[in-house]
């Protein structure tokens, strides 16, 4: 019987060592992870013949002290042809596509008294204010880095309001800025 | 025998009159030579005539020849230039958050630019003993009043457990009492959750129509959060706000 209790408080004694040293190795691991849930989910990228549908719609909740703050969720269309997609937060969005044409989505969870607009910006200076004010964590080296992609007068860049989102098309070549504008148009919060 | 003393007098009115004027004038240019020189976010020095005494502040908007400039000031969206000691006292906070596994830590920056010891607070919140602690140290050991306060968010969140930590301040953390007192704004440090990029091949035809799988790969990256009552004000990897810092350190 003592030789039992003594297998078992090795044994527990193993588990605990090893349970311990994983923690630390998570502690000097590198800080890419995965969800260890698979129910939760970040976002949905839904793709068509013509188009691409992205829905922001994630179910985890995130904490800020201890109180939850619910993400403002969207669903947006965009064009076929998509790239890559990148987010930062809860809150910065950027959609790559070919020729280094952008999408940009900003929420802004504290605003208040928006007006719906869109409108076609001809001045660098409103897209670097936005950019590297409200967008810099997506405008990042490890990111879209938009120091290799400067304002092109000669291409099409427009800016819509809608609520607490804002959207920027950026360097969209003309011929695709109607369908860039009216699929982006589209945009609505779940 | 009254000319004299009445000349007297008037001499001695004179005379007075002639060291206020004099007294007046140099406490005016003392006064224009106190001046405050903000550098905006982008890098773009403003200066300005002002405050108690000379000192550098980050204004936390892109350009300072813009009409949100002055606004800015008044909305408490500045605050003083960080110091070597203030930056190294960041990055310990960061490190403290991280090794107690996101207890929140806590430390004030006076407005003489003392530097308060980093308090333990609990898991989800900065507690009124830990503090007092702060307070107490900078008031009364250091000799300081709080200019801004700095706490942390989270750590980085080892093995993804929820729940989400958000760097952004909690109503909590903007409630008026918080600010009472306050020119400046208030600081969190935090880690901003960024999900990898998903990779497609950019021709719409060879991507399989439906529902794109999103293999879910997350870094988390440390930030600075700049806040007021109404909310973030600014937020940047910390990497970059020290690497501001020490670039424009030196500039007037």
């Known amino acids: 019987m003592p030789t039992k209790i003594k297998i078992t408080f090795i044994i527990l004694s193993c588990h605990i060592l090893s349970f311990g040293l994983c923690q630390g190795q998570n502690n000097l691991a590198l800080t890419t992870r995965t969800p260890i849930s698979p129910s939760f989910h970040f976002d949905s990228t839904m793709y068509y013949q013509d188009s691409v549908v992205y829905l922001f719609n994630t179910n985890m909740i995130p904490r800020s002290d201890n109180e939850f703050i619910r993400p403002l969720l969207f669903r947006i269309k965009l064009p076929a042809g998509l790239l890559c997609t990148y987010t930062s937060g809860f809150d910065a969005f950027g959609f790559l596509y070919p020729e280094k044409q952008v999408v940009f989505v900003h929420l802004d969870p504290y605003g208040e008294n928006f007006h719906d607009t869109s409108y076609r910006i001809m001045d660098k200076r409103e897209t670097e204010r936005l950019l590297l004010y409200k967008l810099n964590t997506l405008n990042h080296r490890d990111q879209l880095d938009m120091d290799g992609n400067p304002f092109d007068p000669n291409r099409s860049t427009w800016l819509i309001k809608r609520g607490k989102a804002t959207i920027l098309l950026y360097n969209i070549n003309n011929e695709n800025a109607s369908r860039f504008i009216r699929y982006a148009m589209s945009f609505s919060f779940l | ?252």
Do not use: W
């Not at chain 2, 960041?90 to 003489?112: C, P, R, T, W």
């Not at chain 2, 009364?140 to 306060?149: H, L, N, Q, T, V």
């Open chain 2, 1 to 252: 025998m009254l000319r004299p003393i009445a000349c007297l007098g008037i001499l001695s009115v004179q005379f007075s009159l002639l060291s206020y004027a004099l007294y007046a004038q140099k406490n005016e240019t003392a006064k224009q030579e106190i001046q405050i020189t903000y550098t905006s976010i982008s890098g773009i020095t403003k200066v300005l005539p002002g405050g108690d005494r000379s000192k550098k502040m980050i204004v936390l908007v892109p350009d300072t020849n813009s009409k949100d400039f002055l606004q800015a000031i008044r909305d408490l969206q500045v605050i003083d230039y960080p110091t070597e000691e203030v930056l190294g006292a960041m990055n310990h906070a960061f490190d403290l958050a991280i090794a107690s596994g996101g207890y929140e830590h806590q430390f004030f920056v006076g407005k003489k630019g003392k530097v308060s010891i980093i308090v333990q607070g609990l898991k989800d919140r900065i507690d009124s003993i830990a503090n007092r602690k702060v307070r107490v140290d900078l008031d009364s050991i250091k000799g300081d009043e709080p200019a801004y306060d700095v706490h942390t968010h989270g750590d980085s969140l080892a093995g993804d457990v929820i729940p989400y930590f958000k760097p952004d301040p909690s109503d909590t953390d903007r409630l008026a009492i918080n600010f009472r007192g306050r020119r400046q704004a208030s600081v969190i440090l935090s880690f901003e959750r960024k999900k990898l990029p998903n990779l497609s091949t950019g021709n719409s035809t060879s991507v399989p129509f439906g529902s794109g799988s999103s293999e879910e790969k997350f870094i988390y990256t440390r930030v600075i959060v700049f806040y007021n009552q109404k909310g973030t004000i600014f937020k940047q990897y910390f990497s970059d706000f020290t690497t501001f810092v020490r670039l424009h350190a030196h500039e007037n």
